[in-house]
């Protein structure tokens, strides 16, 4: 058996291109199991990764999100998410909870009828796609 030395062997990470870059959506799909979605911000992005894509977001507007994440950018997120969400309610016929994640520091929290933002963000546990294949397991959701 060929083990790298350099990976704590309680961790794992293989984010597929699309994932692991903000801004995305966590779903937690039990104790200790997360799925992310991927959010598209420019219609230019590939969608291969699957996940979200946000319309009408103009080059202006991605500029300006960079500066100010608290700009239209961020309205128009916090407003897909709650579609994605009753969307995830209908579908899975149970109460969702997501958290939108726009920074190291800063997520939007949704679930039991509570809507909050937090310098929090989900981490650990097993990381799953869309596709329900496993990306990180005790590791940070996100690349440096």
């Known amino acids: 058996m060929n083990l790298d030395k350099s990976i704590p ?3 794992f990470r293989k984010f597929p291109a699309g994932y692991g870059i903000f801004p995305y959506l966590i779903v937690r799909i039990t104790s200790g199991v997360y799925m ?4 598209q911000l420019d ?3 590939s969608t291969e990764s699957g996940g979200i894509q946000l319309e009408g977001v103009e080059p202006w507007m991605l500029a300006l999100y960079e500066i100010d994440k608290y700009s239209k950018v961020h309205e128009l997120l916090i407003e897909r998410t709650h579609q994605v969400k009753d969307q ?3 579908q899975l016929k149970r109460p969702a909870r997501l958290c939108l994640v726009e920074g190291p520091e800063m ?3 949704i679930f039991d009828g509570q809507a909050y933002t937090s310098s929090t963000i989900p981490s650990g546990g097993t990381l799953v796609t869309q596709s329900h294949e ?3 397991m005790n590791v940070r959701h996100y690349f440096k």
């Open 36 to 39: 992310q979605l991927p959010i």
């Open 88 to 90: 995830l309610e209908a």
């Open 107 to 109: 997520g939007y929290y």
């Open 9 to 11: 062997w309680s961790e």
């Open 43 to 45: 219609e230019k992005e």
């Open 134 to 136: 496993i990306i990180g």
